[in-house]
Nanobody, 121 residues
Framework: QVQLVESGGGLVQAGGSLRLSCVAS????????MGWFRQAPGTARDLIAA????????YYARSEKDRFTISRDNAKNTVYLEMNSLKPEDTGVYSC??????????????WGQGTQVTVSS
């Protein structure tokens, strides 16, 4: 079992930046691919960034590719999402997820509760 706790969300003006953190417990994240999802009100949860257990592979959704950066620090059992040039459409609940290393970057087994990000125009 992996427990995930996100932090770093908040209210920011358009064009600003935020850094989200996700701390894992119960297991080392070395054995997991890690992802960040966003769910806006009334929409489905979408994968916006992912990083493989080895850190050799990353994935970004098209609209986030040049603005967001996912990284991981296995020694701290933490994954990060650096978000720059934020837009109002980036508003939503951001959740991190862990998927076993042998799975694809789109398949996850454990989820955090999420942290709210609100971008004002």
């Amino acid at each position: 079992q992996v427990q995930l706790v996100e932090s770093g969300g908040g209210l920011v003006q358009a064009g600003g930046s935020l850094r989200l953190s996700c701390v894992a417990s119960g297991s080392t994240i070395r054995d997991y691919n890690m992802g960040w999802f966003r769910q806006a009100p009334g929409t489905a949860r979408d994968l916006i960034a992912a990083i493989s257990a080895s850190s050799l592979n990353t994935y970004y959704a098209r609209s986030e590719k040049d603005r967001f950066t996912i990284s991981r620090d296995n020694a701290k059992n933490t994954v990060y999402l650096e978000m720059n040039s934020l837009k109002p459409e980036d508003t939503g609940v951001y959740s991190c997820a862990a998927g076993k290393v042998y799975k694809a970057l789109f398949e996850y087994d454990y989820w955090g509760q999420g942290t709210q990000v609100t971008v004002s125009s």
